[in-house]
T-cell receptor, first 111, second 113 residues
Framework: GENVEQHPSTLSVQEGDSAVIKCTYSDSASNYFPWYKQELGKGPQLIIDIRSNVGEKKDQRIAVTLNKTAKHFSLHITETQPEDSAVYFCAAKYSNYQLIWGAGTKLIIKP | NAGVMQNPRHLVRRRGQEARLRCSPMKGHSHVYWYRQLPEEGLKFMVYLQKENIIDESGMPKERFSAEFPKEGPSILRIQQVVRGDSAAYFC???????????FGPGTRLTVT
């Protein structure tokens, strides 16, 4: 079946440093790739997304890159802050509306 | 504009009882999706509904689970005769017609004792 692999499962970075989370997907027809941030006890929050006709998208300290040929996409967070600590999920759209999710990355920002 | 609302936030049921989870989409959103999340895992698609229509229920178990999104009122995910394996967080998301973005509610955490 369709799947999305996400790495690493845990990422610990010093405050102020950058964090990179990587995902690969299997369905070459996928054309929409959102990233969600989930804090403990809360629902996932959409933080950035990218469509297959674009290679990179930025929003302040957050950026996402997409390599359609290799079928992978990455989340980049620069100048990390304590409030960036959370679990981050990547997803790929399958069959027009289903989101197939990665297993998540727990991001820890060390003070 | 209020976000996606779900209630209850926590639900405890004994084995064999019924669980009803409610989801009110964001204003103007006509599409509703239900997902299930086990601890330390990603979300798994269950069902996609539009007003009065089930579009895709391929991710939902064929027995004991049902979903509806009536013309008036919230979307309901119903689990009959709950078992311990149904314990999970259930999230609802909504989107406007014709868009990719899905916006999630805070979830209902179901515990079956």
């Amino acid at each position: 079946g369709e799947n999305v692999e996400q790495h690493p499962s845990t990422l610990s970075v010093q405050e102020g440093d950058s964090a990179v989370i990587k995902c690969t997907y299997s369905d070459s027809a996928s054309n929409y790739f959102p990233w969600y941030k989930q804090e403990l006890g809360k629902g996932p929050q959409l933080i950035i997304d990218i469509r297959s006709n674009v290679g990179e998208k930025k929003d302040q300290r957050i950026a996402v890159t997409l390599n359609k040929t290799a079928k992978h996409f990455s989340l980049h967070i620069t100048e990390t802050q304590p409030e960036d600590s959370a679990v981050y999920f990547c997803a790929a759209k399958y069959s027009n509306y289903q989101l197939i999710w990665g297993a998540g990355t727990k991001l820890i920002i060390k003070p | 504009n209020a976000g996606v609302m779900q209630n209850p936030r926590h639900l405890v049921r004994r084995r064999g009882q019924e669980a009803r989870l409610r989801c009110s989409p964001m204003k103007g959103h006509s599409h509703v999706y239900w997902y299930r999340q086990l601890p330390e895992e990603g979300l798994k698609f269950m069902v996609y509904l539009q007003k009065e229509n089930i579009i895709d229920e391929s991710g939902m178990p064929k027995e004991r689970f049902s979903a509806e999104f009536p013309k008036e009122g919230p979307s309901i995910l119903r689990i009959q005769q709950v078992v311990r394996g149904d314990s999970a967080a259930y999230f609802c998301a909504s989107s406007p017609a014709g868009t990719d973005e899905q916006y999630f509610g805070p979830g209902t955490r179901l515990t079956v004792t």
